[in-house]
C-alpha cells in the first residue's frame, strides 16, 4: 500500500560526493495520512544496520557521529520526500543505504523501509 523508493546510489572514489533521495508513495485508495520521522540507515557487508541520520517533521536532525559534518538529511513534507547529500565519501561508507519512515496510513502508524540503494566508494 505505502511504498519508500530510493534513488541516488553510485560508485565514487574517496573524497567524492553523492545524493540519495526517497519518496513515499501510496498506491490508490490508500490515504497517507502525514509522516514523522524520516531517517536513512545503512548495512554494510557482514555488519548490522546502523542508523546514519534522522529528521523529525520540523527539521530537526541527528547524525551518527561518523558522518558528522560529511552528511546532510533534508526532507519536503508536501513532496514527501528525504534526502540525503554525502560529501567527502570514505571507502568505510560503502554500504546499502535505506530509506526508513513513520507513516501513518488513515489510523495506523507503522515502519516502512525502502529496498535500498548502494553506495560504493574506492580508494
Known amino acids: 500500500q505505502v511504498q519508500l523508493v530510493e534513488s541516488g546510489g553510485g560508485a565514487v572514489h574517496t573524497g567524492g560526493s553523492l545524493r540519495l533521495s526517497c519518496v513515499a508513495s501510496a498506491a490508490s485508495g490508500t490515504i497517507i495520512s502525514g509522516i514523522r520521522n524520516m531517517a536513512w540507515f545503512r548495512q554494510a557487508p557482514g555488519k548490522q544496520r546502523e542508523l546514519v541520520a534522522e529528521?523529525?517533521?520540523?527539521?530537526?536532525?541527528n547524525y551518527a557521529d561518523s558522518v558528522k559534518g560529511r552528511f546532510t538529511i533534508s526532507r519536503d513534507n508536501d513532496k514527501r520526500t528525504v534526502g540525503l547529500e554525502m560529501n567527502s565519501l570514505k571507502p568505510e561508507d560503502t554500504a546499502l543505504y535505506y530509506c526508513?519512515?513513520?507513516?501513518?496510513?488513515?489510523?495506523?502508524?507503522?515502519?516502512?523501509w525502502g529496498r535500498g540503494t548502494q553506495v560504493t566508494v574506492s580508494s
Open positions: 526508513n519512515a513513520d507513516i501513518r496510513v488513515q489510523f495506523s502508524l507503522r515502519t516502512y
Open positions: 529528521i523529525t517533521r520540523d527539521g530537526a536532525a
